[in-house]
């Protein structure tokens, strides 16, 4: 259950100011490449002015290369394709970057077909010894926190030009919700809920992703401190949802968000820990 594992987060919380990155000497295969993101969005208005950028780094030195390969989802996540080899680093520090016109043709289509597809990159890297490391096989702490820059698997997005009027706003939301450790779901659970532009066009704040579940079940019983879990929001090309987005724990937070024609707004979420959540938000 997730109240097991406070202590251990205490004891990290505590052991240093700022989250670093571990030691890939004294991982399982000691090959580790980190990826610090820079954009991840490619604007369909400006197809060669927003590349997908980044910094590839060896913090070991003993990575002879990296491949970097990259799917294309489309058909509203119904569709994709296979991964396809976009290059091979072999120096670091690398700077990456590849734009829209690049992806598309990599693909073998016309760019305006790549309106609102997201790209996922999975990487492969191989040391100076011959081993390789995937994501897959990443101690699970490089995996569970973004502070740990993992260079391994990231996406990017093809997006239109968002309009902050469709969904910034305080809200009333009412959620149903069923959680891993507690027998009996809550129903009806009401919270007020603030949704509202950030610094960066197309992403969104929302106050608290898990709209109040969180206090009622694991605040109430000590496991975590009483209070709003903020989430953020994307928005591609009209279709909004969570993104990098995490909870007490660290797991990873996900919501979909459908606009209905009576003006509210209904979240689908959880997280990857086994939480699920229904809230439907009404503008206050």
């Known amino acids: 259950m997730k109240?097991?594992?406070?202590?251990?987060?205490?004891?990290?919380?505590?052991?240093?100011?700022?989250?670093?990155?571990?030691?890939?000497?004294?991982?399982?295969?000691?090959?580790?490449?980190s990826y610090d993101a820079i954009s991840w969005n490619?604007?369909?208005?400006?197809?060669?002015?927003?590349?997908?950028?980044?910094?590839?780094?060896?913090?070991?030195?003993?990575?002879?290369?990296?491949?970097?390969?990259?799917?294309?989802?489309?058909?509203?996540g119904a569709s994709e394709s296979d991964y396809m080899l976009l290059e091979t680093i072999t120096d670091f520090p690398y700077n990456f970057s590849v734009d829209g016109n690049e992806l598309a043709?990599?693909?073998?289509?016309?760019?305006?077909?790549t309106f609102a597809n997201f790209y996922h990159f999975n990487c492969e890297a191989t040391g100076t010894n011959g081993q390789v490391a995937t994501f897959d096989n990443l101690e699970g702490e490089l995996i569970a926190y973004p502070t740990q820059m993992q260079g391994f698997r990231f996406q990017a997005a093809v997006v239109c030009p968002s309009d902050p009027s469709?969904?910034?706003?305080?809200?009333t939301a009412v959620t149903t919700s069923t959680f891993p450790d507690f027998?009996?779901?809550?129903?009806?659970?009401?919270?007020t809920i603030v949704i509202d532009v950030t610094d960066e066009e197309g992403?969104?704040?929302?106050?608290?992703?898990?709209f109040g579940t969180y206090d009622h079940f694991y605040a109430a019983e000590g496991w975590c401190p009483y209070g709003d879990w903020e989430?953020?929001?994307q928005d591609v090309c009209g279709k909004f949802f969570m993104v990098e987005t995490f909870d007490y724990w660290g797991e990873t937070g996900y919501?979909?968000?459908?606009?209905?024609?009576?003006?509210?707004?209904?979240?689908?979420?959880g997280t990857l820990y086994g939480e699920v959540w229904t809230a439907v938000l009404t503008k206050q």
């Open 183 to 191: 027998p009996d779901p809550v129903v009806d659970l009401t919270k």
């Open 166 to 171: 469709v969904i910034v706003g305080t809200y």
């Open 105 to 113: 043709a990599l693909f073998g289509l016309p760019v305006e077909e």
């Open 203 to 210: 992403f969104y704040s929302i106050s608290d992703f898990t």
């Open 255 to 269: 919501g979909d968000f459908t606009f209905n024609a009576d003006g509210t707004i209904t979240v689908v979420g």
């Open 231 to 233: 989430g953020t929001i």
């Open 3 to 33: 109240y097991l594992v406070i202590t251990i987060l205490v004891v990290l919380a505590y052991s240093c100011a700022e989250p670093m990155l571990l030691n890939p000497e004294e991982t399982p295969r000691g090959i580790y490449v």
């Open 42 to 76: 490619i604007n369909s208005e400006d197809i060669e002015g927003t590349p997908v950028t980044g910094t590839f780094d060896a913090p070991a030195n003993n990575v002879a290369s990296h491949d970097v390969y990259v799917k294309r989802i489309y058909d509203d």
